[in-house]
């Protein structure tokens, strides 16, 4: 008699467990792939999202003044109302972490220089870039920062693989961290 | 006024034997205030509709950092709250802190046109309308959101400039772990993106265990629609955690594998992971604002002491003040009830002999973090052979000193 009564909670608590994993409300919508892809601008630092294309710094560096980039960040990547798109001139082995915020020097990944210019630049004109000129713009951006020689293609397989100066110098967030810790171990404050 | 009804007619007789004795000329009203120069605020549609504070309460949010906003292309950047003139802890919708990573332009959204976007590494991708997330289960929660940049320096004049950048409001919603479990979160989805509509699209990552305890996808804010420059019609809240983590006008989640690198994660990024996690989520930190820089005491006599107290790490458990600099420390009052991730109000019964002090306060959470004195977070650093700087968000103790005539001042040395 001992052993149904026992198992009763236990089979409730199961239920309740898979549960969690269907949905409860029903409430919203399935959105269509086509949603999703078109939603999704997404870009890992793995850049498996990345899109199919190509271009190099010579071709961004048309780019760049034929779509007012110019205009707002300055002829030469400085000088504008927009942030400097350049680092100071430090000298190319300074540390990347006195340059400033500037995104092409200072991102770990050149991914996230990609889907910055291809989810928010032009401002005012936001996506109407196409895929080739994101990876020529980026492509242009890492050269005048000296990152990349100037032939370098990038595409959708070499842009994950830039060695940025920053690659393996930023801390990661904690992952050791719950819900209900302190924000740091063995700190007191 | 709590008079006793005997001593109240007592008052009101002598008022009008004091007015009367003056002649009609110079009489004052016993009741002892005088309408304002103005006489009436005359009813009006839009007052009827939506009322305004009085023209003679002034108190506004300024410009933080040294950064103009609106700034040339009309961008906000950081706008401070005026937390001297906050009373309670509810920071009143108008006033409330705004951040923005690099600057964003407040997007116009038309909710009837809003959706939220749920997928990634879920079993069923959802979209949702602002009707369907109202339908959901709510929750009301007091929070705190905090923005990275509210470090104090020794060049700050006003508790504005050192600690403006922290607010408090009524936030409802649903929580995000209701959305992520109607989805079904994947094996290996431990961080999510969640991205805003506006022209850069901010996103921030955030850690799965945060997203699943406590966030939360806002759509009122202090009894209304959250406002435009909060995210209107929907706000990510990541209690505790620091403000970028609280996403505004979000349109999407994403539930992914690793941390993103996205523009705003790359420009909160750290050299040294104890510096990473001290900035992630907020230790115990408070301030005085009254009496507080840039303010002027009456002269001698009782004051209350009031100020803000709030931790990431959950409720605050404690707030002692000291007025000697630090030297010694009494237990203030918390009123009314600390909330979790809350701005919590403390009070100190004081009397001010008219020397020159120096005021501090001191909070400690429920986990047992102290709040520190900027010189023990350097003398910690400094023991491990470290620089003595402050890493992370910066929860140090706030002085204030009082000059003889009254006058008080940051004493940040």
Redesign the interface.
Known sequence: MQFPRLLLPLLLLLGVSAQ??????G?????SAE??RA????????GEELPPGRGTADEGALVYQQKACAGCHGATGTGG???RLIKNDRGADADP?SLG?I?PI????A??VW??IN??MP??Q?GSLTTNEVYALTAYLLFVNGVIEEDKVLDEKSLPQVMMP?RE???????W????????LD??? | MSLKRSDRREFLKRGAALAGGLGLAAAKPALGQTPAAGGIITGSPELVAYGTRSRFVTSERIAHGGRASPD??GLDFHIASPIQDSVGVITPSSLHYVGTT?GAFVPEIDPQEHRL?I?GMV??????TME?LK???SVTRLHFIECAGNRANRNHTTVQETHGMTSCAEWTGVLLS?LL??A?VQEGGNWI?A?GVE???G?SSI?M??AM??CMICYGMNGEAVRPQQGFPLRMLAPGFEGILSVKWL??I?V?D??????ND??H??????????S?????KSVITYPSGGQQLPGTGFFEVSGLAWS???KVSRVEVSTDGGRNWIDAEIRGTAHPMAHTRFSFQWNWDGAACELQSRCTDE??????TRA??GE?WAARGQPPRIK?QD?SIQPWRIDRDGSVHNAIS
């Not at chain 1, 409430?27 to 959105?31: E, I, L, Q, S, Y």
């Not at chain 1, 939603?39 to 793995?46: A, G, L, M, Y």
């Not at chain 2, 992630?280 to 115990?284: A, D, K, L, S, T």
């Not at chain 2, 986990?367 to 520190?372: A, H, K, R, T």
């Open positions: 969690a994993q269907s949905p409860t409300y409430v919203g919508r399935t959105p949603e999703i939603w999704d601008i997404s870009i890992s630092p793995t109302a927009a942030p972490w915020r995104l200072r991102s770990p990944y991914t996230a889907d910055f989810r928010g401002l005012y936001e920053n110098t930023w801390a990661p967030l904690p992952d961290w719950k819900p209900g810790m302190p924000r740091l700190y007191p404050y | 040339a292309f690099r976007m997928h079993d069923r991708p959802l979209i949702f369907e339908r959901l289960p209701t479990n109607e079904g993106v991205e022209e850069v699209k996103a850690p265990a945060k305890e406590d349109r999407r994403k992914v690793q941390f993103y690198m996205t523009y790359y420009g990024l750290r050299q040294d992971s104890d510096d990473a996690a001290l992630m989520q907020i230790g115990p990431g790490g959950g986990l047992g973090s102290v709040q520190p023990q977070i910690f992370g929860n």
